[in-house]
């Protein structure tokens, strides 16, 4: 079992920064990888980063490269995602999730097996 607590949301005006934090505990933290997926009201739910246990390998939706980036701290049992540069189509529930395979980095739901409740963010323009 993998157990993740998301924190740091907000309500913020476009242009502004957020570091959403996600603690995570159960499994040896560097025995998976970490993501992290939005869902805004009515729309479906959309992979927006990843990183691998190593954080080496890490992939983004085009939507937020060059504003977005995805950390891990493997001493603290923590990933982050830094936000800048906000837009107000980045308003949305943003989700923590863990995938048991720790070298794999996917933007598909489906492989990911542990989630967290969710943190609200909303961009005000």
């Known amino acids: 079992q993998v157990q993740l607590v998301e924190s740091g949301g907000g309500l913020v005006q476009a242009g502004d920064s957020l570091r959403l934090s996600c603690a995570a505990s159960g499994r040896t933290f560097t025995a998976y990888s970490l993501g992290w997926f939005r869902q805004a009201p009515g729309k479906e739910r959309e992979f927006v980063a990843g990183i691998s246990s190593s954080g080496i390998a890490q992939k983004y939706v085009d939507s937020v490269k060059g504003r977005f980036t995805i950390s891990r701290d493997n001493t603290k049992n923590t990933v982050y995602l830094q936000m800048n540069s906000l837009k107000p189509e980045d308003t949305a529930v943003y989700y923590c999730?863990?995938?048991?395979?720790?070298?794999?980095?996917?933007?598909?739901?489906?492989?990911?097996?542990?989630w967290g409740q969710g943190t609200q963010v909303t961009v005000s323009s």
């Open positions: 999730t863990a995938d048991l395979n720790p070298y794999r980095v996917s933007g598909d739901p489906r492989d990911y097996d542990y």
